[in-house]
């Protein structure tokens, strides 16, 4: 029935996906919750003092953000599963047990998190509490356990598509897949130099998020404007292969800029350099290639919300991942910038530029089928209007933050580095420098605005389509 949500309307792994959807818009909210109270505290230091200090509240805060937009994506890849290969997923039970174990497992982890704040770090604590690593700290025992979710994510893919019909988006999501699973390995092992420690660090942090997260958004971006706009198969597909292969080429190597204060070799310096300033490109295709396919079609999108959430990521995508990530990534330039508030710029615009959006894309796309294909282009009845002050609310709230973190930044790289020479004192002088608190204290205002966003977004969610009586635009 057009206009009413219900599972008879989705298959097998649209069930499934929506289940996956339910749990990452939680963390989502999540992660917008601790980002505020983490905002708070820098302005006001005591804020919980003791009781959710600012490395828990910043560590989920982070995870929330990874796990949230992992989740998006593995139930945007079981979305479009049965709909790519034609045929029912194949071990549909072991994916919705793998679904059940990594929720419980994130919700046992964050509880941890919360908990337990204080204490020795031995065996004991890397294994059940927390690893200690910045970014992946969740314990072993999580570690292995994502692998485990990801494998079976990886045969439910690969073994659907083997049952049923292959294409270039699928071939070149199950060879992703694999790198998903594999890179997260190298986060699970120590030695005790830490320079060596720190290189493969970075390729859970960087290969792992930037690359194969990367190439699963070019997917289901390709995916979705052939869903979208009817694009022909032929050229979306042409333009994924360039796009991974660039991001391949480029990011790969890329990874080098991680490498330049760390103790590695002095060739990391001109190797990352170079091929960071790579990076943007297959950015700029995407760009060109969602913008030439909606002018193509005269914007005449199956989805509107969706559509527009896809031209958003795209824009994000080359500007937060690209542009901002290529202003600090130059060894010259990111001797100053490092690990200053000009980073956490870049990190906020392409997290929610690269990935964010492109699930809420995917969110719509989902939406519109539960309530059975109902109608959500143009005059869209009722209340239209939530879904584009969503996007508003949520995009200017983000470029905000964004902006305000770059002022502070850039005061911290001239007065912290390039005055006081990466001092102690240099750091707390730029800590209480006008500039910094101004940019802290707007970065809060464009975080309220963000988190008007998040709850707009979840109401139209809910909301939108129901009582239409039309059936969805064919394109």
Not at 36 to 63: E, K
């Amino acid at each position: 029935m057009l206009g009413v949500l219900d599972n008879n309307n989705l298959n097998g792994g649209q069930k499934l996906a929506v289940k996956y959807f339910s749990v990452a818009v939680i963390l989502f909210v999540a992660q917008i919750l601790f980002g505020l109270i983490a905002g708070m505290q820098f302005i006001m230091p005591d804020l919980f003092f003791n009781v959710l200090d600012f490395n828990v509240t910043r560590m989920v805060h982070i995870n929330a953000m990874v796990v949230w937009l992992l989740m998006g994506f593995m139930g945007s890849i079981y979305w479009l599963l049965e709909d790519e290969a034609g045929v029912e997923t194949v071990g549909l039970k072991l994916g919705n047990l793998a679904f059940w174990l990594l929720t419980s497992a994130v919700t046992v982890v964050v509880l941890v998190y919360l908990f337990i704040q204080v204490g020795p770090g031995d065996d004991f604590t890397r294994w059940f509490v927390n690893e200690g690593r910045e970014y992946i700290e969740a314990p072993r025992w999580a570690d292995i356990g994502i692998v485990v979710c990801m494998l079976i994510f990886f045969y439910n893919a690969a073994a659907t598509f083997m049952k049923g019909r292959w294409s270039g988006i699928s071939g070149v999501l199950i060879l992703d897949l694999v790198a998903l699973a594999g890179i997260y390995l190298a986060g699970m092992f120590y030695t005790t130099n830490i320079s060596v420690d720190q290189f493969w660090w970075w390729w859970v942090i960087h290969l792992w998020v930037e690359a194969t997260w990367e190439v699963l958004v070019g997917c289901i971006m390709a995916w979705g404007l052939i869903k979208l706009l009817g694009a022909r198969r032929q050229i979306v597909t042409t333009w994924l292969y360039i796009e991974v292969a660039l991001m391949f080429g480029s990011g790969i190597l890329g990874l080098g800029h991680h490498y330049f204060w760390i103790g590695t070799p002095e060739y990391w310096l001109s190797i990352g350099g170079f091929f960071s300033a790579l990076e943007p490109v297959p950015l700029v295709a995407m760009v060109v290639h969602s913008v030439y396919d909606s002018g193509a079609h005269k914007f005449k999108a199956a989805n509107h919300p969706a559509m527009a959430w896809l031209i958003a990521h795209t824009f994000g995508n080359f500007f937060g991942a690209g542009v901002w990530g290529f202003m600090h990534t130059l060894p010259q330039i990111n001797l100053y910038t490092h690990g200053t508030q000009w980073t956490a710029s870049h990190g906020h615009l392409a997290f929610f530029g690269a990935y964010a959006t492109i699930v809420i894309a995917v969110f719509y796309i989902a939406v519109q089928q539960w309530r059975g294909g109902v109608w959500m282009s143009g005059g869209l009845a009722g209340n239209g209007w939530k879904w584009k002050w969503a996007l508003g609310l949520l995009n200017g709230g983000v470029l905000g933050m964004t902006m305000a973190l770059l002022i502070a930044g850039y005061e911290q790289s001239f007065i912290e580095r390039a005055i006081e020479g990466s001092t102690w004192q240099g750091y707390f002088v730029a800590q209480v420098h006008p500039w910094f608190i101004q940019g802290m204290n707007w970065r809060m205002v464009f975080g309220v605005v963000t988190a008007m966003g998040i709850v707009l977004l979840v109401w139209d969610l809910l909301t939108i389509g129901k009582g239409e009586n039309r059936a969805k635009q064919e394109v």
